[in-house]
């Protein structure tokens, strides 16, 4: 069952701490994406890959990071820097950057 | 850069009526243009698509045009039903990135 996977489903923080969402796929695309959503509102993009080793910054990077050490896997880091987390994190990829993308189910992401 | 509007931001129809939802884009190199569906706490689900060398697109009760000269395109949802209640988002492909609209809450009446 080809498709795209994020845990957790919810993921709460406690002030000062990193914690890192989880997205793979199995559908053998080239490029992936992290988007933000608040309530509310449209997709910010946060950092999007078009091949293994390689990444990039996107419209709200600041406070994220990110690796792509396999071509399956694209965690997000959520780190202390960023001091507005909690939001609705979406998870995409697409063939390569021209393409159709294709998402997640996402991660809620709540500080306690 | 590119930038996509949206309108309106909420449209409630009876069930049965037609929906159009309407986006204009900025920049005349954009060359796709997807509409996505997203239900409450889920991810966005693609609906259809269009590219620019096509001006109109239909799949059953959804369709979209897409009108180059004046840099817009819409999608239209006939006879529609309760499951077609959700928040739809247009985009435009720039430069390597999709530039979303701010999405629509689309809301059927029964």
């Known amino acids: 069952d080809g498709g795209i996977t994020q845990s957790p489903k919810y993921l709460f923080r406690k002030e000062g701490q990193n914690v890192t969402l989880s997205c793979e796929q199995n559908?053998?695309?080239?490029?992936m994406y992290w988007y933000r959503q608040d309530p509310g509102q449209g997709l910010r993009l946060i950092y999007y890959?078009?091949?293994?080793?390689?990444?990039q910054k996107g419209d709200i990077a600041e406070g994220y990071s990110v690796s792509r050490e396999k071509k399956e896997s694209f965690p997000l880091t959520v780190t202390s820097a960023q001091k507005n987390p909690t939001a609705f994190y979406l998870c995409?990829?697409?063939?390569?950057?021209?393409?159709?993308?294709?998402f997640g189910p996402g991660t809620r992401l709540l500080v306690l | 850069g590119e930038n996509v509007e949206q309108h309106p931001s909420t449209l409630s129809v009876q069930e049965g009526d037609s929906a159009v939802i309407k986006c204009t884009y900025s920049?005349?190199?954009?060359?796709?243009f997807p509409w996505y569906k997203q239900e409450l706490g889920k991810g966005p689900q693609l609906i259809i698509d269009?590219?620019?060398n096509v001006g109109e697109k239909k799949d059953q009760r959804i369709a979209v045009t897409l009108n180059k000269t004046a840099k817009h395109f819409s999608l239209h949802i006939t006879e529609t039903q309760p499951e077609d209640s959700a928040v739809y988002f247009c985009?435009?492909?720039?430069?390597?990135?999709?530039?979303w609209g701010a999405g629509t809450k689309l809301i059927i009446k029964p």
């Open positions: 995409a990829s697409s063939i390569d950057q021209v393409e159709t993308q294709y």
């Open positions: 559908l053998n695309h080239d490029a």
């Open positions: 890959s078009q091949i293994v080793n390689d990444f």
């Open positions: 920049d005349s190199a954009s060359n796709y």
């Open positions: 269009i590219r620019s």
């Open positions: 985009a435009a492909h720039f430069n390597y990135q999709l530039i």
